[in-house]
């Protein structure tokens, strides 16, 4: 069954617009959520987890344990921000999401 | 610098010709991975090491063999290929199995097998 779930696979917004990418999860227990991007041609890398609770690249991501989601979101896309997002659950096994392809428009 | 390197970083071979690809990591990681990158489908995992000579299947071990001799490798072997297997391959290492620990991944090794 899957553990995590990404409902956008493309998401495309204008440079300055608010960018949320969804993804929600199922697990029994208290999850560790990752947040991790691939930019074209580079390997993947950790964005954020939610245990750090941080801002990264402008970018924060709210676990919402009633509702079973971890949404990556930022106020003001940039054009670098073009990437694959993955939202991934860890229980020794990292499960990942289908991903979500953004590309921000100039 | 701190790395997880895989080789080949690119090979096409045909239908049943064993191949291995080597993963080495120089951050005394003790947990490595591995990953198959289909479009659509996402990061799935194959297997996993939490130590030397401690392997586990992941969610899609099928066709598939690995290692743990040493700490800092994790090769991925097909003992005999097929089509099916042509993917993007990531492997990742962490400084232990413990689940708040991210995840350290090579630049992949993309596999066409004919």
């Known amino acids: 069954a899957q553990r995590v779930t990404q409902p956008e696979k493309l998401l495309s917004v204008f440079k300055g617009a608010p960018v949320e990418l969804k993804c929600n999860y199922s697990y029994s227990g208290s999850p560790e959520l990752f947040w991790y991007v691939q930019y074209s041609r580079q390997r993947l890398q950790l964005l954020l987890r939610?245990?750090s609770r941080e801002s990264i690249k402008g970018f924060t991501a709210d676990l919402n344990k009633g509702e079973t989601s971890f949404h990556l979101k930022k106020p003001f896309a940039q054009e670098e921000d073009s990437a694959m997002y993955y939202c991934a659950l860890n229980d020794y096994k990292l499960s990942f999401g289908a991903g979500t392809t953004v590309t921000v428009r100039a | 610098e701190a790395q997880v390197t895989q080789n080949p970083r690119y090979l096409i071979t045909v239908t049943g010709k064993k191949l291995t690809v080597t993963c080495s990591q120089n951050?005394?990681?003790?947990?490595m991975s591995w990953y198959r990158q289909d479009p659509g489908l996402g990061l799935r995992q194959i297997y996993y090491?939490?130590?030397?000579?401690?392997?586990d299947k992941g969610d899609v071990p099928e066709g598939y063999k690995v290692s743990r001799k040493e700490k800092r490798n994790f090769p991925l072997i097909l003992e005999s290929p097929s089509p099916n297997q042509t993917s993007l391959y990531f492997c990742?290492?962490?400084?232990?199995?413990?689940?708040?620990?991210?995840?350290?991944f090579g630049d992949g090794t993309r596999l066409s097998i004919l």
């Open positions: 951050m005394n990681h003790e947990y």
């Open positions: 939610h245990i």
């Open positions: 990742a290492s962490s400084y232990e199995g413990s689940s708040n620990q991210p995840q350290h």
């Open positions: 090491s939490m130590n030397v000579e401690v392997t």
